[in-house]
């Protein structure tokens, strides 16, 4: 179903009920973690939860800032935050700021600014009626550009990876191996002049496809095998294992964030496009989760890849291809995992095996030593010295 129809399907007026047999591609409310804003402010919601709980993960430094919780660029919501942000961003004018509308995909409507006369119109109080009447659609997240990307070539990237939850509560959810980058087509240059040079910036295909340089056999992607090979002759085997691992953790981190507020309809599971973004200090940043990843193919090898997911998606979410049953407990046996592999399992977690399950899996461990804290009666990671 697309991202429309599933909100009919379970909106109030529609009524419409699920028989046990329908199985369907999205949770009611996914939009609490595809939303831009939604995201950030569920983040943010669960980072001060955590620090209320006295949660090891969210230890601060002397700044203030979070240590294992920032991964999230600094974001504000426009209009409503717009005072919060003027304020930020006069701490260093200096600073390059990305626009988004809050609702949309593929790099539309996404600019950048480092001067605040670039969005005066947002200026207006947002307490004041001209604000009321808009629709949510003309709202804006704006967040702190990361103009120190890694580059590759002298090209920036991010990494597309696809993300599997079969279930919320307990959380359930599952990693593809098969990954790409997105290459941008133009060198990258922090100079403003080239603010609005969307194909230096920006790495969504809907865009790159349209530059000149952009190589239609290849279609400007790598795999993240050939990311990881690099990586580690390059910068070192355990410098890549450390970031694959912080990847996998900030992933883990985000669904659990939105976790306690995501309807956890027994007929739902979810393949969620997760955009990340490399700093040259291999740090990763999550940029912002797909609720629709496109599935159309745009190279041979984006055709193979695609044709995998989704016959490995389906395979986890049906399994052995018979009629589904929305009762099943959906823990597939390892054989039909195909290129997937169990990112989190909570009741896993919960359980005894919760330790073994980790070491079982060098190199991608939830937590640098799969250690584990009793905190406030629930099993929680600790967090990464």
Known sequence: MSVQTIRNVFSVETGYRLSDDQIVNHFPNHYELTRKDLMVKNIKRYRKELEKEGSPLAEKDENGKYLYLDFVPVTYMLPADYNLFVEEFRKSPSSTWIMKPCGKAQGKGIFLINKLSQIKKWSRDSKTSSFVSQSTKEAYVISLYINNPLLIGGRKFDLRLYVLVSTYRPLRCYMYKLGFCRFCTVKYT??????????????????????????????????????????????????????????????????KAVAPVMNNDKHCFECYGYDIIIDDKLKPWLIEVNASPSL?????????????????????????????????????????????????????????GADRELRSRPGQSLGPKGGRSRDSGRTVLTTWK
């Not at 049953?325 to 399992?345: A, F």
Request: charged content about 25%.
């Open 190 to 255: 922090p100079s403003t002049s080239e603010l609005d040079n969307m194909f230096v910036h920006l790495t969504n295909v809907a865009i790159q496809k349209h530059g000149e340089d952009y190589n239609h056999i290849h279609g400007g992607k790598w795999t993240v095998n050939n990311l990881r090979l690099y990586l580690e002759s390059t910068r070192g085997k355990e410098v890549t294992s450390k970031l694959f691992d912080e990847i996998h953790w900030i992933i883990v981190q985000s669904l």
């Open 296 to 352: 159309t193919s745009s190279t041979a090898n984006d055709r193979i890849l695609k044709y995998n997911l989704i016959n490995d998606t389906l395979n986890i979410a049906v399994p052995n291809g018979e009629i589904p049953d929305c009762k099943w407990n959906k823990s597939p046996p390892k054989e039909v995992l195909g290129n997937y592999e169990i990112l989190y399992d909570e009741e896993l977690a919960q359980g005894d």
